[in-house]
T-cell receptor, first 112, second 113 residues
Framework: NAGVMQNPRHLVRRRGQEARLRCSPM?????VYWYRQLPEEGLKFMVY????????ESGMPKERFSAEFPKEGPSILRIQQVVRGDSAAYFC??????????FGDGTRLSIL | GQQLNQSPQSMFIQEGEDVSMNCTSS?????WLWYKQEPGEGPVLLIA?????ELTSNGRLTAQFGITRKDSFLNISASIPSDVGIYFC?????????????FGKGTKLSVIP
């Protein structure tokens, strides 16, 4: 499967723990995007990254959330000290330059 | 912020019928995309539109980029059971070098065999 790979598919955390979500873009894609989806809603943009750079983080909460896309390895979305309201599906998308975004199958985050 | 109004919210149709759904925006987009999402999966790209007035087909699917740049339409002809899912429109502004997508809330399509 040469598509966008996300893991884990499901993640359960207790309040106060940290959640790390991983995304490997499609081969040849250097642009990565993270979106969040609540039930019965559309996807909401969080952050846009290129290798080693955050280009646009206007949709990401200022506190507890961070994202990176290192030179080597997958992109990581990190949520510190999770709260119940962080429960959602988190989707990663990737694209080439000026190309449509293709999505992974998401990580369903549940907070106990 | 930008908002997309997608309608209808849900549709129940008979197999073989044609389907139409649309998306309107309060602001201009440079690109319109249509995605389909099935339970437990991510959105799958159906059609991408890049020019105002553009009409593009993908099999039984046809989408149009509105002349005003503030709307887009998706039609599905001769629906089949596997068309079931949630269809999302998404707009892209390309402002300030960012390529974030703004999504509608989706149209949930149910096909009765």
């Amino acid at each position: 499967n040469a598509g966008v790979m996300q893991n884990p598919r499901h993640l359960v955390r207790r309040r106060g723990q940290e959640a790390r979500l991983r995304c490997s873009p499609m081969k040849g894609h250097s642009h990565v995007y993270w979106y969040r989806q609540l039930p019965e809603e559309g996807l909401k943009f969080m952050v846009y990254l290129q290798k080693e750079n955050i280009i646009d983080e206007s949709g990401m909460p200022k506190e507890r959330f961070s994202a990176e896309f290192p030179k080597e390895g997958p992109s990581i979305l990190r949520i510190q000290q999770v709260v119940r309201g962080d429960s959602a599906a988190y989707f990663c998308a990737s694209s080439g330059y000026n190309q449509p975004q293709h999505f992974g199958d998401g990580t369903r985050l549940s907070i106990l | 912020g930008q908002q997309l109004n997608q309608s209808p919210q849900s549709m129940f149709i008979q197999e073989g019928e044609d389907v139409s759904m649309n998306c309107t925006s309060s602001s201009i987009f440079n690109t319109w995309l249509w995605y389909k999402q099935e339970p437990g999966e991510g959105p799958v790209l159906l059609i991408a539109l890049y020019k105002a007035g553009e009409l593009t087909s993908n099999g039984r699917l046809t989408a149009q980029f509105g002349i005003t740049r503030k709307d887009s339409f998706l039609n599905i002809s001769a629906s089949i059971p596997s068309d079931v899912g949630i269809y999302f429109c998404a707009g892209q502004s390309d402002g300030a070098g960012s390529y974030q997508l703004t999504f509608g809330k989706g149209t949930k399509l149910s096909v009765i065999p």
